[in-house]
């Protein structure tokens, strides 16, 4: 089982990226799949998550500005406009065989990171 993460960048405050996380392995079908993110010198933290039912749930500080969304669960999007600084980070997808919510712990398999920077 493997997780692609791709679309990090650097771009201006205001700005848009569109990150994707391709899944891959036999039979591989998630419950859920999230995107955490991880700034230097900070925990990682929950960015959105969405099952397989297309139930969503975002960090606050995310709300309005970030959408997931997904291609039957194989593929996640994170489209993430109204970019600030403060959302620099490398930022990671994880895969749920069976739940649903924000601790790590619950994650089966992790994706390899995609750097995302956004300058003022």
């Known amino acids: 089982v493997q997780l692609q993460a791709s679309g990090g960048g650097l771009v201006q405050a205001g700005e848009s990226l569109r990150l994707s996380c391709e899944t891959s392995?036999?039979?591989?079908?998630?419950?859920?799949i999230a995107w955490y993110r991880q700034a230097p010198g900070n925990p990682r933290e929950l960015v959105a998550v969405i099952t397989n039912l297309g139930t969503t749930n975002y960090a606050d500080s995310v709300k309005g500005r970030f959408t997931i969304s997904s291609d039957n669960i194989r593929t996640v999007f994170l489209q993430m406009n109204k970019l600030k600084p403060e959302d620099t980070a490398v930022y990671y997808c994880?895969?749920?065989?069976?739940?649903?919510?924000?601790?790590?712990?619950?994650?089966?398999?992790w994706g390899q990171g995609t750097q995302v920077t956004v300058s003022s």
């Open positions: 994880a895969a749920s065989l069976s739940s649903f919510g924000r601790e790590e712990y619950i994650y089966d398999y």
């Open positions: 392995g036999i039979d591989f079908v998630a419950h859920a």
